[in-house]
């Protein structure tokens, strides 16, 4: 008797997951116009009208004709090829002494940031006031928020170019703010693909103005219009976190409409499995794998998925200002998503909330690194020597002295053999007093050091000539 009550309980369980299947496969679209409709993702987020500078970057972006190859020169006698790549790249030339003589990339982007159609482009992006921009995709261009963090790199090469070649400070410490305000649009423009852009841009940027400040003098007209700017525009860690959460969570609901199906309860099933395939606007059609996943029917409907993203963003919201120590605790053991499931389809294994509070700080560490060394830069020229503090910044250079976003203080400072160390806390949110970050990828808070900012231009990251002997 209990054999066949097991065989029966066997059999309802079948029929149920048929019927369960029926009913789902009942529920998708089969037609592939209708699975396309499903799976396209359209501008990540629609602009704020009456702030709306989609077009004008638009039109900038047009503008700029490809980047394109470039050509190595002739060898001289006694040097030698050191890498391959022939690619024009502005992010590299970022990076390394200014020696265009040495290096065929710079050549070449100095004679691109030279054509008509790149000057037009540029004074044309220096016009648009500030604003917000949907993130649409351009005919074999990206989406606008890459071509927006494109423009700031190429911003960037010109100020190396102005202020080294050229020896024009003034206008190469404009190409400087004119970036940072792209990037701030890039923060403002309410997509995640954009807010993502824009920190990456920030770390270049400010690292730029390090540079820009340990080789030049600026002066304490030029700290003024950074910190102004930086007030207005990167306001606080708070205001910052929330615009990650904000972003991530507009996302997050968009990809469910367009991953979904949606009846007339508002409920559905999963179409598309995978988040990259939706971010890259590839048809349903092409990756149907979703459709077959049962999984949905018994764990995650529309329903049960909007009700993980709703509690992740409660949670997400609870730890806004809390200090980075309590912060770290609180987002690592509340705000994960689930990882028990693996039928979580686009949504899958993901920890937002600990990445997002560490990339919010850290943007605001580099903004702050970035004003301070503007600031002991405008001192030095005034007064011929480091300062034997920040406080005596204020009130001649600074109207306060930035705080570290990961401990509750000033951010460190230090002289150092006719120099200075600045710093900030590490992953550890104790001060180390400048030691040198050593991150532990098991537990963050079991890092030591601290992050150290510099005026060090770095390696020399694209092809280039140099001695035989180095």
Same mark, same amino acid.
């Given at each position: 008797?209990?054999?066949?009550?097991?065989?029966?309980?066997?059999?309802?369980?079948?029929?149920?997951?048929?019927?369960?299947?029926?009913?789902?496969?009942?529920?998708?679209?089969?037609?592939?116009?209708?699975?396309?409709?499903?799976?396209?993702?359209?501008?990540?987020?629609?602009?704020?009208?009456?702030?709306?500078?989609?077009?004008?970057?638009?039109?900038?972006?047009?503008?700029?004709?490809?980047?394109?190859?470039?050509?190595?020169?002739?060898?001289?006698?006694?040097?030698?090829?050191?890498?391959?790549?022939?690619?024009?790249?502005?992010?590299?030339?970022?990076?390394?002494?200014?020696?265009?003589?040495?290096?065929?990339?710079?050549?070449?982007?100095?004679?691109?940031?030279?054509?008509?159609?790149?000057?037009?482009?540029?004074?044309? @992006?220096?016009?648009?006031? $500030?604003?917000?921009?949907? +993130?649409?995709? !351009? %005919? *074999?261009?990206?989406? #606008? =928020? /890459?071509?927006?963090?494109?423009?700031?790199?190429?911003?960037?090469?010109?100020?190396?170019?102005?202020?080294?070649?050229?020896?024009?400070?003034?206008?190469?410490?404009?190409?400087?703010?004119?970036?940072?305000?792209?990037?701030?649009?890039?923060?403002?423009?309410?997509?995640?693909?954009?807010?993502?852009?824009?920190?990456?841009?920030?770390?270049?940027?400010?690292?730029?103005?390090?540079?820009?400040?340990?080789?030049?003098?600026?002066?304490?007209?030029?700290?003024?219009?950074?910190?102004?700017?930086?007030?207005?525009?990167?306001?606080?860690?708070?205001?910052?976190?929330?615009?990650?959460?904000?972003?991530?969570?507009?996302?997050? @609901?968009?990809?469910?409409? $367009?991953?979904?199906?949606? +009846?007339?309860? !508002? %409920? *559905?099933?999963?179409? #598309? =499995? /995978?988040?990259?395939?939706?971010?890259?606007?590839?048809?349903?059609?092409?990756?149907?794998?979703?459709?077959?996943?049962?999984?949905?029917?018994?764990?995650?409907?529309?329903?049960?998925?909007?009700?993980?993203?709703?509690?992740?963003?409660?949670?997400?919201?609870?730890?806004?200002?809390?200090?980075?120590?309590?912060?770290?605790?609180?987002?690592?053991?509340?705000?994960?998503?689930?990882?028990?499931?693996?039928?979580?389809?686009?949504?899958?294994?993901?920890?937002?909330?600990?990445?997002?509070?560490?990339?919010?700080?850290?943007?605001?560490?580099?903004?702050?690194?970035?004003?301070?060394?503007?600031?002991?830069?405008?001192?030095?020229?005034?007064?011929?020597?480091?300062?034997?503090?920040? +406080?005596?910044?204020?009130?001649?250079?600074?109207?306060?002295?930035?705080?570290?976003?990961?401990?509750?203080?000033?951010?460190?400072?230090?002289?150092?053999?006719?120099?200075?160390?600045?710093?900030?806390?590490?992953?550890?949110?104790?001060?180390?007093?400048?030691?040198?970050?050593?991150?532990?990828?098991?537990?963050?808070?079991?890092?030591?050091?601290?992050?150290?900012?510099?005026?060090?231009?770095?390696?020399?990251?694209?092809?280039?000539?140099?001695?035989?002997?180095?």
């Amino acid at each position: 008797m209990w054999r066949i009550a097991r065989w029966l309980l066997v059999v309802c369980f079948v029929g149920w997951l048929c019927w369960c299947g029926v009913v789902r496969w009942r529920s998708i679209p089969h037609e592939v116009a209708d699975v396309q409709r499903v799976g396209q993702l359209p501008s990540v987020l629609p602009a704020d009208a009456a702030n709306d500078r989609t077009n004008d970057l638009i039109r900038v972006s047009e503008l700029l004709p490809p980047l394109g190859m470039f050509h190595k020169f002739a060898t001289p006698e006694g040097m030698q090829w050191y890498g391959s790549s022939t690619h024009v790249d502005p992010f590299s030339a970022l990076s390394g002494d200014w020696t265009p003589e040495t290096r065929p990339n710079l050549t070449a982007l100095i004679a691109y940031l030279e054509q008509d159609d790149v000057v037009e482009a540029l004074d044309a @992006l220096s016009k648009i006031e $500030h604003g917000v921009f949907a +993130d649409v995709y !351009g %005919d *074999g261009r990206g989406f #606008l =928020s /890459s071509q927006a963090k494109l423009m700031t790199q190429l911003l960037l090469v010109r100020s190396r170019y102005r202020a080294e070649s050229l020896e024009d400070l003034s206008r190469s410490f404009d190409d400087i703010m004119l970036a940072y305000r792209v990037a701030a649009m890039m923060k403002d423009s309410g997509g995640i693909g954009p807010y993502y852009r824009s920190t990456s841009a920030v770390f270049t940027i400010s690292r730029s103005v390090r540079l820009f400040s340990g080789r030049h003098k600026l002066t304490r007209d030029h700290v003024t219009q950074l910190e102004d700017w930086m007030g207005s525009a990167f306001a606080s860690l708070e205001e910052g976190f929330a615009a990650f959460i904000r972003n991530s969570v507009a996302l997050d @609901l968009q990809t469910l409409d $367009h991953a979904y199906t949606c +009846d007339e309860r !508002g %409920d *559905g099933w999963l179409v #598309l =499995s /995978s988040y990259e395939h939706i971010r890259r606007q590839e048809f349903a059609s092409t990756r149907r794998s979703g459709a077959w996943n049962l999984g949905s029917v018994f764990f995650n409907s529309r329903r049960a998925v909007l009700s993980k993203i709703r509690a992740e963003e409660t949670e997400l919201r609870r730890s806004v200002g809390m200090g980075y120590v309590d912060e770290a605790l609180f987002l690592r053991d509340h705000a994960q998503w689930p990882t028990w499931n693996v039928l979580d389809g686009p949504f899958g294994d993901r920890d937002a909330g600990v990445r997002s509070s560490l990339m919010v700080r850290r943007v605001h560490a580099q903004l702050r690194s970035a004003l301070i060394f503007a600031a002991i830069s405008a001192y030095k020229a005034d007064f011929g020597c480091y300062p034997a503090s920040l +406080d005596v910044l204020v009130p001649d250079f600074l109207k306060e002295v930035p705080s570290d976003p990961f401990l509750a203080g000033p951010m460190g400072y230090r002289l150092d053999n006719g120099s200075f160390v600045l710093y900030s806390a590490g992953l550890n949110g104790r001060d180390d007093r400048g030691t040198k970050h050593k991150m532990n990828r098991e537990d963050n808070l079991k890092s030591e050091g601290d992050f150290i900012y510099t005026a060090d231009p770095g390696h020399i990251l694209e092809t280039h000539l140099r001695k035989v002997d180095d």
